[in-house]
Nanobody, 114 residues
Framework: QVQLVESGGGLVQAGGSLRLSCAAS????????MGWYRQAPGKQRELVAT???????NYGDSVQGRFTISRDNAKNTVYLQMNSLKPEDTAVYYC????????WGQGTQVTVSS
């Protein structure tokens, strides 16, 4: 069993930046995919970004060029650097680990004010 603990959410003005972190509770190695998804009120959960253990990344269209995903395999942690934030980025952000079995974090709220 793996627990994912997210941190770094909060309230920020439009145009600002936030950095999210997600740490796994145990060593997970690099043969997996970690990622971030988000869900706004009344909307379906959507892809933000994913990263393989080797560093290959994939981004949702709405965040391409503004957000950067990275990971530290030694720390079993994935990060999401969010720049040029917009009010429409407001959502609960969830960390996901796909390691054969899929694990989700509890979510962290990001609120962007206009």
């Amino acid at each position: 069993q793996v627990q994912l603990v997210e941190s770094g959410g909060g309230l920020v003005q439009a145009g600002g930046s936030l950095r999210l972190s997600c740490a796994a509770s145990r060593s997970i190695g690099s043969f997996n995919v970690m990622g971030w998804y988000r869900q706004a009120p009344g909307k379906q959960r959507e892809l933000v970004a994913t990263i393989t253990g080797g560093g290959l990344t994939n981004y949702g269209d709405s965040v391409q060029g503004r957000f950067t995903i990275s990971r530290d395999n030694a720390k079993n942690t994935v990060y999401l650097q969010m720049n040029s934030l917009k009010p429409e980025d407001t959502a609960v952000y969830y960390c996901k680990l796909n390691w054969g079995i899929v694990y989700w974090g509890q979510g962290t709220q990001v609120t962007v004010s206009s």
